[in-house]
T-cell receptor
Framework: DADVTQTPRNRITKTGKRIMLECSQTKGHDRMYWYRQDPGLGLRLIYYSFDVKDINKGEISDGYSVSRQAQAKFSLSLESAIPNQTALYFC????????????FGPGTRLLVL | QKEVEQDPGPLSVPEGAIVSLNCTYSNSAFQYFMWYRQYSRKGPELLMYTYSSGNKEDGRFTAQVDKSSKYISLFIRDSQPSDSATYLCASHTGTASKLTFGTGTRLQVTL
């Protein structure tokens, strides 16, 4: 079984809709991250969480919110989706005792019409 | 200017060639340097990491960091079609866990 899982893998939604992307991990890591990936822009950090009670904004948090329900679960919400949020979204985890190497999920491909 | 710069490619090489992938960075505080490989429609997977300057070898892959010139390299020997992917370099300072990524170089190894 994969260490980091994301659901859904693909999603099409309409402008103005609220959607949630979910991430679960079995690596036992405290730190979790949400990124978006766009052609030519690479991976950009949206939010990160060092533990259940510690959530921080990343480079591009506007229009997004997150919830850390448990050590193993970290959800990303788009409160009112817009077309320029069409992207590939990745969840990642890291272990601060292992050089902070990050382990990524398979991604969610989101299309906002 | 991005903190980590990477040529997007694509880079096309014949099977068996030696591949050189490169990044430059501007943040002198970066201490940890990583290479991720990303296959189409998959998440990035960690390939190699190095701390500070120097070389690290793992099979056909060698990662090299030159902090004096702020240059990061990944060499792939005896390249295979299965090496066809996008390669992302990434760095962080060690005191924060936020990785800064390059935009990725797409590599195609042809038969």
């Amino acid at each position: 079984d994969a260490d980091v899982t994301q659901t859904p893998r693909n999603r099409i939604t309409k402008t103005g809709k609220r959607i949630m992307l979910e991430c679960s991990q079995t690596k036992g890591h405290d730190r979790m991250y949400w990124y978006r990936q766009d052609p030519g822009l690479g991976l950009r950090l949206i939010y990160y969480s060092f533990d259940v009670k510690d959530i921080n904004k990343g480079e591009i948090s506007d229009g997004y919110s997150v919830s850390r329900q448990a050590q193993a679960k970290f959800s990303l919400s788009l409160e009112s989706a817009i077309p320029n949020q069409t992207a590939l979204y990745f969840c990642a985890t890291s272990d601060p005792h292992a050089q902070e190497t990050q382990y990524f999920g398979p991604g969610t491909r989101l299309l906002v019409l | 200017q991005k903190e980590v710069e990477q040529d997007p490619g694509p880079l096309s090489v014949p099977e068996g060639a030696i591949v050189s992938l490169n990044c430059t960075y501007s943040n002198s505080a970066f201490q940890y340097f990583m290479w991720y490989r990303q296959y189409s429609r998959k998440g990035p997977e960690l390939l190699m990491y190095t701390y500070s300057s120097g070389n690290k070898e793992d099979g056909r892959f060698t990662a090299q960091v030159d902090k004096s010139s702020k240059y990061i390299s990944l060499f792939i020997r005896d390249s295979q079609p299965s090496d066809s992917a996008t390669y992302l370099c990434a760095s962080h300072t060690g005191t924060a866990s936020k990785l800064t990524f390059g935009t990725g170089t797409r590599l195609q190894v042809t038969l």
